[in-house]
């Protein structure tokens, strides 16, 4: 693992986490971060400690989920917890156009506009978590806590199991 080439989205979130005084450091996945799987081999790391962040399109606003990558989104429990009629997978312009990071690379932060989170309660089981830091093979070191203050997140299961329903305010996706 090494240090990431000066690639513009990943010298932002650098900056944006080291202004929040996030206590990781953006690294390179040499071999690439886009999956999960690929992120966790690189690193060696559990899967589960992998923060997959996952764009959904909620009646047109985008809704982040950051799960574990050893989960899988229930998307109707999601929709459940949220309130509305269904939640579904945002294409990979809808993701371009409201984070300016590409799939494979979404970061939890340096979106153009607030993006309501949703942060799987599953990555609290890891003393770190590693997400993805704006380009497919950039990722930093975090913990669950501060994922949460990076993000403004709610914590929920994202997964299997009853949930009860999120209050958000007008306007507003799991923020």
Do not use: C, N
């Amino acid at each position: 693992m090494t240090r990431p080439a000066a690639h513009p989205r990943v010298a932002a979130i650098a900056g944006l986490l080291a202004a929040a005084g996030a206590a990781g450091e953006v690294r390179e996945v040499p071999a690439g971060a886009r999956t999960a799987a690929d992120a966790a081999a690189g690193l060696g790391v559990p899967v589960g400690a992998i923060a997959s962040s996952l764009v959904f399109d909620v009646g047109g606003l985008p809704l982040l989920v950051l799960t574990s990558g050893a989960h899988r989104v229930d998307t109707a429990k999601v929709a459940t917890l949220l309130g509305v009629p269904r939640v579904e997978r945002a294409s990979a312009d809808f993701v371009r156009a409201h984070t300016g990071q590409p799939i494979g690379g979404v970061a939890p932060i340096g979106h153009p506009e607030p993006i309501g989170t949703l942060v799987d309660v599953e990555l609290a089981r890891h003393e770190r978590v590693w997400a993805a830091a704006g380009h497919p093979s950039a990722v930093f070191p975090t913990t669950y806590d501060e994922l949460l203050r990076l993000t403004g997140g709610t914590a929920a299961e994202v997964g299997d199991g009853p949930q009860e329903t999120l209050q958000t305010p007008a306007g507003a996706v799991g923020q």
